[in-house]
């Protein structure tokens, strides 16, 4: 199973961004996928996921309220719409799939894509 991660680039603080990810494999109710990031040196940190089968959502304090996660069930895509972004939300972003559901660990989560770069200026 390959995840494929896009729509990263540079955009001005308050700008709107959206990820997209679409993975290979099959989803089943029961799954979840997800997004990390990992700011330069910084630890790795939850930023959002959703069960693909409720399209139950979770979300990091950081981004409540600015981000929305979604999935396209036809296309195996999961998205993650960022709005008002901030420099702070300058990282690399991990998609992520996980056939056990939710969790806000990256460990527990398998496959997990490349990374797409975002970068806001202030």
């Known amino acids: 199973v390959q995840l494929q991660a896009s729509g990263g680039g540079l955009v001005q603080a308050g700008d709107s961004l959206r990820l997209s990810c679409a993975t290979s494999?099959?989803?089943?109710?029961?799954?979840?996928m997800g997004w990390f990031r990992q700011a330069a040196g910084k630890e790795r940190e939850f930023v959002a996921a959703?069960?693909?089968?409720?399209?139950?959502?979770y979300y990091a304090d950081s981004v409540k309220g600015r981000f929305t996660i979604s999935r396209d069930n036809a296309k195996s895509t999961v998205y993650l719409q960022m709005n008002s972004v901030k420099p702070e939300d300058t990282a690399v972003y991990y998609c992520?799939?996980?056939?056990?559901?939710?969790?806000?660990?990256?460990?527990?989560?398998?496959?997990r894509g490349q990374g797409t770069q975002v970068t806001v200026s202030s």
């Open positions: 992520v799939q996980s056939p056990r559901g939710y969790s806000d660990l990256y460990a527990t989560y398998n496959p």
């Open positions: 959703i069960k693909w089968g409720a399209g139950t959502t």
């Open positions: 494999g099959r989803t089943f109710s029961s799954h979840a």
